[in-house]
């Protein structure tokens, strides 16, 4: 025998709406009572690796379209984080479910849980081909390289400046000479001095923040 409670998780004190189960299922309305108590779900579980991107999922799909994804990320690289997207195939095609991190890189060694969840009507009208087809899941991963690159930007600057002040002369610190009269930002230009006091000369190395 089908039963309503039987057929959902019901919270809440209110009564139970059919119109306003089948807006949440994504239903046309009138909806046959029959067609939201027959309940079926597929369980998945796996795990993948890309790159130094290393993940454990779990996905539950619903005849009535609810899907629900939990995945776990863990980053092995001890250098580069890494970008990253993951997407569930679940017709055995094109169509699928996605978790994507966007512009936020996973740190070097760092761990990620990310849950998702929605309806997709799709999945309940093609219930009978994603019932039988097994899931598909695919990682890509990225390092990111830019973090890297600012790194060793950084890294350069820095030996530039301890060169240019270990050199030899004094050095002079004046207002930058080419600084619009509209820019009230604070531009100081650095450059050697002679000992007696003028300028080493144009191959002499100026630094202007």
């Known amino acids: ?10 919270v809440g004190d209110a009564p139970i709406s059919v119109r306003a189960w089948a807006q949440l299922e994504r239903r046309d309305f009138p909806v046959s009572v029959r067609d939201l108590l027959n309940v079926e ?11 130094d991107v290393e993940c454990s999922y779990d996905v539950t799909l619903h005849n009535s379209g609810r899907w629900f994804v939990t995945a776990d990320f863990n980053d092995h690289g001890t250098v580069l984080g890494d970008f990253f997207v993951l997407d569930f195939a679940v017709d055995g095609g094109h169509r699928g479910i996605r978790l994507d991190h966007g512009d936020s890189a996973l740190g070097a060694g760092d ?12 999945i309940r009208d093609h219930w009978e081909t994603i019932r039988d ?6 990682l890509h991963a990225s390092p990111d390289v830019a973090s890297v690159i600012s790194t060793i930007v950084l890294v350069v600057t820095g030996i ?6 270990a050199s030899p002369g004094k050095v002079q610190a004046d207002p930058c000479p080419d600084q619009p009269p509209d820019d009230h930002g604070q531009c100081i230009r650095f450059h050697k001095v002679s000992g007696n006091g003028g300028d080493d000369g ?3 190395p100026a630094l202007t923040g």
């Open 202 to 204: 144009a191959g002499t």
């Open 160 to 165: 530039g400046i301890i060169t240019f002040f």
């Open 133 to 138: 087809a097994p899931l598909t899941a695919h």
């Open 1 to 10: 025998m089908l039963s309503v409670r039987a057929s959902r998780t019901f």
């Open 111 to 122: 761990t990620l849980r990310m849950n998702d969840d929605g309806v997709d009507s799709w």
């Open 41 to 51: 779900r597929r369980d998945y579980q796996g795990r993948i690796t890309a790159g």
